[in-house]
C-alpha cells in the first residue's frame, strides 16, 4: 500500500523490536512503525493481523474506533489445525462485537506472498470479503484491487463463517499437505 502512496502506520507491542523495524525496512522507510494503540488511532482503516488467541485482548486495547474500518485477517486456529469457532458465529462477528469499528472479513484466504504478488498465470487471484457495511466493503475492495487482487464479496459479516473454513482449505494444502505458501484461490466465470 505504500507504492500506492498510502500512509502505512505498523502497530507493535515493541515499536523497536527486530519484528517491528523488520517490517519497517520492507517498506524502505515509508511506513511508520508505534505501538498498537497509536497506530489505531491514527488510522482510518485497520487491518487487524495478529494470532487468534490475541485478537480480542488486541483490540480491545485499540481504544475507541468509532468510524474506523477494521479489517479482520485473522483466522481462528485451535490446536490440531482445526477452527476454535465456526457454524453459530466466527472470529469476525465476535472481533465486531468488542469494538466500535466496522468490521469487514478479508485477507485471511491467503498468504504473506500472494499479498506481495496475486498473479498467476497472468490472471489475478481472488480476494474474498464480507462486512455489512456496503461503504466499508468498497474501501476494502479497492484496497484488495490495489494489491492486484479480484474481488469476491460473499454477502454480510456472517458470511465470516464460510470463509474462515476456506482459509482453513489454503493453510491446509499449504502446510499440512506441505504444498507451500505459492497457491490461491481463483473464482472462476464462465
Not at 481504544?63 to 476454535?84: C, S
Not at 484466504?109 to 470479503?129: H, K, R, S, V
Not at 491446509?172 to 499437505?177: C, D, E, P, Y
Request: contains cysteine; hydrophobic residues 50%; proline residues 3%.
Amino acid at each position: 500500500w505504500t507504492r500506492q502512496g498510502h500512509r502505512v502506520f505498523f502497530g507493535s507491542r515493541n515499536p523497536n523490536g527486530e519484528n517491528a523495524q523488520a517490517a519497517l525496512a520492507a517498506t524502505a522507510g515509508k511506513a511508520q512503525v508505534m505501538l498498537e494503540a497509536e497506530a489505531a488511532q491514527g488510522a482510518e482503516v485497520i487491518v487487524l493481523a495478529v494470532p487468534w488467541s490475541a485478537a480480542i485482548a488486541v483490540v480491545q486495547g485499540l481504544g475507541d474506533l468509532t468510524g474506523k474500518i477494521l479489517i479482520d485477517a485473522t483466522n481462528p486456529i485451535a490446536a490440531g489445525w482445526q477452527l476454535a469457532v465456526g457454524k453459530d458465529t466466527s472470529a469476525a462477528e465476535q472481533i465486531a462485537a468488542v469494538t466500535q469499528a466496522t468490521v469487514i472479513k478479508a485477507f485471511n484466504t491467503t498468504g504473506a506472498e500472494n499479498m506481495e504478488n496475486p498473479i498467476y498465470d497472468g490472471a489475478a487471484t481472488t480476494m474474498f470479503i464480507c462486512g455489512d457495511d456496503a461503504n466499508a466493503k468498497q474501501i476494502v475492495a479497492q484496497l484488495s484491487e490495489e494489491l492486484g487482487f479480484a474481488v469476491a464479496d460473499v454477502g454480510a459479516l456472517t458470511c465470516a463463517r464460510f470463509l474462515e473454513p476456506l482459509a482453513m482449505v489454503w493453510i491446509n494444502l499449504a502446510f499440512v499437505q506441505g504444498q507451500g505458501r505459492n497457491i490461491a484461490f481463483r473464482l472462476v466465470k464462465r
